[in-house]
């Protein structure tokens, strides 16, 4: 047996692909927090922020920290 032989006979025992070793690449579905798409989240931020923000002012008011200008 000759070299060529020999490494032309193990040459055909690795003929494999990378998806017979590793199998088929999983993606995972699109990420949603709470069922939402980016939008709805960001749409609900506001309204959060807002909400946040007319009711810090209410309590300023309520409180006599803050006076309204007129």
Do not use: H
């Not at 798409?37 to 920290?65: D, E, M, N």
């Amino acid at each position: 047996m000759s070299l060529d032989n020999i490494r032309n006979q193990f040459d055909d025992d690795f003929d494999f692909s990378d998806n017979e070793v590793w199998g088929e690449v999983e993606r995972d579905p699109k990420p949603e927090l709470l069922g939402m798409t980016p939008g709805q989240r960001f749409v609900l931020a506001i309204l959060l922020f807002f909400t946040a923000a007319i009711i810090s002012a209410f309590c300023l008011l309520v409180a006599g920290k803050v006076a309204l200008p007129f």
